[in-house]
């Protein structure tokens, strides 16, 4: 099998291709412009929209906020191959905010890793798509999360593991703020640093929320730029609704050496969707049908 | 069916309550505060209550230095997170030192549901239970999770109260009396004995209830204090019945199975089944096709009754 560059699109299986309701093909490619991307990132909302609404629970809130992060990640950034996800060299994602598993799950199936029609399957009873990810049975979760805090040092671990097999994948571990409350994150921020591993990014979507309210009022993080230069990552800080500036950051993360890379995206809770933005109601709420109808439209 | 109350509610309620009589009780959240319903006392008294954000072990540790200065902590969180994610952190700096911290969890079990495999806790009481002088209650309704908080409240000692997510159809009147370390039976019986926690009893009683029309007469015991348990209970039942079956929604490793098992054994060997889930973890699902997928219903006590019965 060749192993795509980056920049190349991978290859979509043909069982996806088929799938009637599969018209992502022609948006998906590596070389997708920033206004494809944005149409994308569209209808990733839509669709954590209409699956966490027919599952009737799930986590919109930090779903939304994450979703041009993945975004530029999946269809920008991240050499991979859907019809390959054990692929050796291929970069790693990892959701440490294992409740933002619908917009994982929609951008995926919008890869074709799985099929989209499968969407409507989130959270039922012998689902691949489990309420969190699970990594033994939804092809491309590459970790199973749900209790926070966990994925940056798995995400060392599997860059140290890059590193001593000459492997020049990258390895990216999306965080929440209110997750960096846990203190395995910053035992993980200590070691990468001290092992000098410049193949792992962290990106935090800082939304300002966690359940409780306000992160500031819940477990003030401030100076939270600082926190990190303080255990010697570099910090980019960016608009994390913006793709332009969210590909210049990962792009200049790649040329950090010797120490690794937190992209602070700065975003909003709920984003795209008015009566979910910024409200700590719908961090883990279902939206109901008629919520979906208006989501939906504002979603158009 | 009398309607379902939630158990979350009625510890809120009760922590509210006891903070007006208190001024020594404190408490202690994860930023879960919604979840397990401690804002209600929170809103009351802010002064009093923690939020210690999305760091469980920190809590656990700060509710420890809380109570080695005369202060009554009720600390909260999912049951996964305490005493999963702090093990050592309960162990040593609440087990070993015997101090007064009360931690209440919620979500315990896989009646959780859709959030699936990692929210779903099935080996706390195996792990909070081999804490030596932790008292462990699981109690079956929102009337005896009132009467258990109370009473751990009121007793000096660590404690672990364990709750479920769904709402429960109460097994209690509102004239039950809750007493640590002693079961509570709930129906009386001379074939076999049932014993459960949790959101199990009323499967136990339902199960009895049709073991009768086959001319089946079950012992139901409530067994809400896992810890210390009541043996008597547990060795007469296995003298007078002859069979006993246990209901939990938890492994079968180390729970309420588990822990009757050692009893019987030891003092009155009788055949005995466990009804719990056996070496595996649960997925994402509705609560009631969960327990019935992983054998925990009604349906599943009738069959190990009749099995255990077999073999007397
Ligand atoms: C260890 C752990 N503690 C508590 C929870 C419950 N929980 C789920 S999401 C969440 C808030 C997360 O906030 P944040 O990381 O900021 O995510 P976002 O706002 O982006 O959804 C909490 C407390 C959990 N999943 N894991």
């Known amino acids: ?300 | 069916m009398e309607t379902a109350v939630s158990v979350r509610e009625a510890y809120g309620r009760t922590l509210l309550e006891l903070g007006m009589e208190n001024p020594d009780i404190v408490v202690l959240d994860a930023d879960l505060s919604r979840s397990t319903m401690t804002r209600f006392f929170a809103r009351q008294f802010p002064e009093r209550f923690f939020d210690c954000g999305i760091a469980e072990q920190n809590m656990v540790g700060v509710a420890a230095g809380l109570a080695a200065s005369g202060k009554i902590p009720f600390a909260s969180t999912f049951a996964v997170f305490v005493p999963g994610r702090c093990f050592d952190q309960v162990r040593m700096s609440i087990a070993q030192p015997q101090l007064n911290v009360k931690l209440v969890t919620s979500h315990g079990g896989i009646s959780v549901g859709e959030d699936g495999t990692s929210h779903q806790s099935i080996e706390d009481l195996a792990l909070i239970g081999s804490l030596p002088g932790f008292n462990v209650i699981v109690p079956a309704d929102a009337i005896e999770t009132v009467q258990a908080v109370k009473a751990a409240a009121e007793s000096y000692g660590p404690f672990y109260i364990r709750l479920c997510r769904p709402k429960v159809a109460p097994v209690f009147g509102e004239d039950y009396r809750f007493k640590l370390g002693k079961a509570a039976t709930m129906r009386q019986g001379g074939d076999a004995t049932i014993i459960a926690i949790g959101l199990m009893v009323k499967e136990a009683l339902e199960a009895a209830q049709n073991l009768e029309r086959e001319g089946i007469y079950c012992r139901v015991l409530n067994m809400s204090t896992l810890k210390p348990i009541d043996e008597a209970a547990i060795i007469k039942a296995a003298a007078e019945t002859g069979a006993i079956v246990t209901a939990e929604e938890h492994l079968e490793h180390g729970g309420l199975g588990s822990a009757v098992a050692r009893m019987v054994s030891q003092n009155q060997p009788v055949p005995m089944v466990l009804v719990a889930l056996k070496d595996t973890y649960a997925k994402s699902g509705k609560p009631a096709e969960l327990l019935e997928r992983y054998g925990l219903t009604a349906k599943d006590i009738e069959q190990g009754v009749r099995s255990a019965i077999k073999r007397k």
């Open chain 1, 1 to 300: 099998m060749s192993l795509p560059e980056k920049g190349n699109p991978p290859s979509i299986p043909d069982s996806v291709k088929a799938s009637a309701d599969n018209v992502s093909a022609e948006v998906f490619s590596l070389s997708a412009s920033v206004a494809e991307m944005e149409a994308m990132a569209k209808k990733l909302r839509r669709h954590i929209i209409t699956m966490i609404g027919k599952a009737g629970s799930g986590h919109p809130g930090g779903s939304l906020s994450s979703v041009e992060i993945l975004t530029a990640l999946y269809f920008k950034v991240m050499r991979h191959k859907p019809s390959d996800h054990q692929w050796a060299d291929r970069d790693r994602f990892i959701l440490s905010k294992g409740h933002a598993a619908p917009l994982l799950y929609a951008t995926l199936a919008e890869c074709g890793y799985l099929p989209v029609a499968e969407l409507a399957t989130l959270r039922q009873m012998d689902s691949r798509l489990q309420g969190h990810t699970d990594r033994t049975i939804t092809p491309g979760v590459e970790m199973s999360a749900g209790a926070l805090g966990q994925g940056l040092s798995f995400g060392l671990g599997a860059a140290l593991a890059g590193r001593l097999n000459g492997q020049d994948y990258r390895v990216y571990v999306l965080l929440g703020d209110g997750e960096c409350d846990e203190g395995q994150v910053w035992e993980a921020a200590m070691a990468s640093t001290h092992f000098k591993i410049d193949s792992l990014v962290a990106i935090v979507d800082n939304n300002g929320q966690q359940i409780d309210g306000w992160n500031r009022d819940v477990m003030n993080l401030d100076p939270f730029p600082g926190k990190w230069r303080a255990f010697g990552w570099e910090v980019i800080e960016v608009d994390g609704h913006d793709l332009t500036q969210l590909i210049q950051a990962f792009g200049e993360a790649e040329k950090v050496k010797g120490q690794p890379t937190v992209i602070i995206a700065h975003t909003i809770k709920g984003k795209g969707v008015s009566f979910m933005e910024n409200n700590p109601d719908f961090h883990g709420k279902a939206p109901n049908a008629i919520e979906v109808e208006i989501a939906l439209k504002e979603l158009e």
